[in-house]
């Protein structure tokens, strides 16, 4: 088969070797194609072209045009090593459907979708098999948090007067603190997750990229709002940071999400609305009700997955339950909750200082608690736990909450 392309004055390093390779797409290894064109470097350049990518070349006996006014007419016949180049190359799996179940190393850092050239340098991700990351959530998950995000500087109005009473603005500063204090452990995890996740998972690495956003916005916020009064931050106890470091050890994908979003988070919306309900000024009710909303998606996908992975692998239900357990024994040495928080807690939904006032707020954490674990339990049920079993799960669950 024989085809002819002209350049007319383009010279190959303006742009020539494009429409040269266009046309070479089309013929087989030892079909000609006939160049013609007038550049005044056009067989130089063609020449060192066809010997770096495997194609033969006739000059007509004249390298630059040969004899006579007119323009080169120069030959290359087409060669096998495109053609040897990609004989080892394979799909990553489909661009638009579903992750395959196991993502190759090899695949690197290449799109889904896309044939790799075989050869390249593997990526050293901890997780490569489909069902230890997936939930079929997770597209639609992405989305949501696409578009939602918000910004800080203006999607809450901190000029909003708020005249608090001096002893409950205490009480909202340690509580932000607190927030403060569990937000950055619920930054790091999914940034750690994200580090050693296959790319081909690319919904999953998204949604944690989102989520991982999401808890720096609410860093920002409770900071802000903790420091709005001009005082300083309340405290951290040495209980509630060794409960967090735990979550921060956890070295599989879906035990870290499983405590962190099914138990931690999950536990943390409950007081998010505790929180909003009894906020005392417009800065906090809207903190608190942007970081609800946020949570609320980082939740769904740790049950979505936890449940995905569990109806797969239902034995995976023991590896959950000595997690929890691994966790408590761990803790059981240390205070819990950091008394301040939960004082503060209290005198934020009393209000005041009153007799009456704190007997309501010391029985609406209690109310509190009792929604924290009943929360906990419908979400361990979901998963695949017994009833029974899902109780005794909660119970265990860290005094400090997240």
């Known amino acids: 088969m024989r085809a002819t392309t002209d350049l007319d004055g383009l010279g190959l390093d303006q742009g020539g070797h494009l429409l040269i390779g266009h046309a070479l797409a089309g013929l087989r290894p030892g079909d000609e194609l006939t160049v013609t064109g007038h550049h005044p470097a056009l067989g130089t350049h063609l020449a060192a072209w066809c010997r770096d990518n495997g194609h033969r070349f006739d000059d007509g006996g004249g390298v630059d045009g040969g ?4 323009p080169a007419k120069l030959v290359i016949t087409k060669g096998a090593a495109d053609e040897q180049r990609w004989a080892g190359a394979s799909r990553a799996g489909t661009a638009n459907g579903p992750p395959r179940a196991r993502a190759d190393p090899r695949w690197g850092l290449a799109a889904r979708g ?36 918000w910004d800080p500087a203006t999607a809450v109005d901190w000029s909003a007067a708020a005249d608090v009473p001096p002893p409950v603005e205490r009480a909202v500063v340690q509580i932000m603190t607190y927030l403060v204090e569990n937000e950055q452990a619920a930054l790091i995890i999914p940034a750690r997750l994200l580090s050693q996740l296959h790319p081909h998972f690319r919904e999953v690495m998204q949604l944690l990229a989102s989520q991982a956003a999401d808890e720096a916005r609410h860093v920002e916020v409770f900071s ?56 005392p000024d417009p800065v906090t009710a809207d903190v608190t009700r942007l ?26 239900l023991g590896t959950l339950r000595l997690a929890v357990e691994r966790r408590h024994a761990a803790l059981a040495d240390t205070a819990g909750l950091n008394a301040e928080v939960f004082d503060a807690l209290v005198l934020l939904a009393a209000g005041s200082w009153q007799p009456a006032a ?13 929604r924290m674990d009943e929360g906990r339990r419908r979400r361990l049920a979901f998963v695949g736990f017994p009833d029974d079993e899902a109780a005794a799960l909660s119970a265990l669950h860290t005094r400090n909450f997240m």
């Open 358 to 370: 704190i007997g309501r707020g010391w029985q609406a954490v209690q109310e509190l608690r009792r």
């Open 224 to 279: 802000r709002r903790g420091m709005a009064s001009g005082g300083p931050l309340g405290t951290s106890s040495a209980g509630g940071r060794a409960s967090l470091q735990t979550l921060l050890g956890e070295p599989d994908f879906t035990t870290a999400s499983f405590l962190l979003s099914v138990l931690g988070e999950g536990t943390f919306l409950d007081l998010l609305r505790f929180v909003h309900e009894h906020a």
């Open 114 to 149: 896309a044939l790799v050239e075989a050869g390249g340098p593997p990526i050293g991700a901890e997780w490569t098999e489909r069902e230890h990351v997936w939930a079929d959530i997770a597209p639609r998950l992405y989305a949501a948090a696409a578009a939602s995000q």
């Open 291 to 316: 970081a609800l909303r946020d949570e609320a998606r980082h939740v769904a996908f740790g049950v979505a997955h936890t449940a995905h992975l569990t109806r797969a692998d239902p034995s995976y």
């Open 67 to 70: 004899p006579g006014p007119g």
